[in-house]
């Protein structure tokens, strides 16, 4: 991890101030890294996926406060604008990184159209996480790999965490 990721953890934990949001988006970023690494991402898709996925749910706390509720549409309108405001105050991120953090973290409930290997990392590391964080898990697990995981690693990670056989 470098010391901006680490700095921006920290910053995270600061706004969020919510032991399982902050611990569901330390798990997401984990699970990102290591797909991305064994996916063979390059450093700068590494780094952006990472920051994304610090702050992919970032969005909720604005949702519960206006909207009463946290459904993934709503994440998806209430995210870029925040996370905008926390990567600048954190410093040392491009326009370009912080329009494509920005770009993921309003679409990662949206499942069609994944346009990168970011996004698609983004996804099935949120997917493992919520899916172990889910109380109805089984059929769960089984409709995301037919329909949301591609990558090789997400797949072996999946089957791993859950116990299933191997393809």
Do not use: W
């Not at 450093?43 to 994304?52: M, P």
């Not at 329009?99 to 590391?125: C, F, P, S, W």
């Not at 089984?142 to 299933?164: M, N, V, Y």
């Amino acid at each position: 991890m470098t010391n901006q990721t680490a700095r921006l953890l920290a910053a995270m934990a600061d706004y969020d101030r919510h032991a399982e949001r902050i611990h569901h988006f330390v798990k997401v970023h984990g699970f990102a890294c290591a797909i991305a690494a064994l996916e063979g991402v390059d450093e700068e898709t590494q780094f952006v996926l990472e920051t994304a996925a610090l702050v992919h749910d970032i969005g909720i706390r604005n949702c519960l406060e206006k909207f009463g509720s946290s459904r993934g549409p709503l994440q998806e309108q209430e995210g870029p604008a925040e996370a905008e405001t926390l990567l600048r105050s954190v410093g040392g991120y491009t326009e370009a990184q912080i329009d494509r953090v920005k770009y993921l973290v309003g679409h990662h409930h949206t499942y069609t159209n994944m346009d990168g290997i970011d996004y698609q990392i983004l996804v099935e590391a949120d997917f493992l996480v919520n899916l172990y964080e889910s109380p109805d898990r089984y059929r769960a697990i089984l409709t995301a790999e037919q329909r949301i995981f591609r990558t090789q690693s997400g797949k072996q990670l999946l089957h791993a965490l859950f116990g299933l056989e191997s393809e």
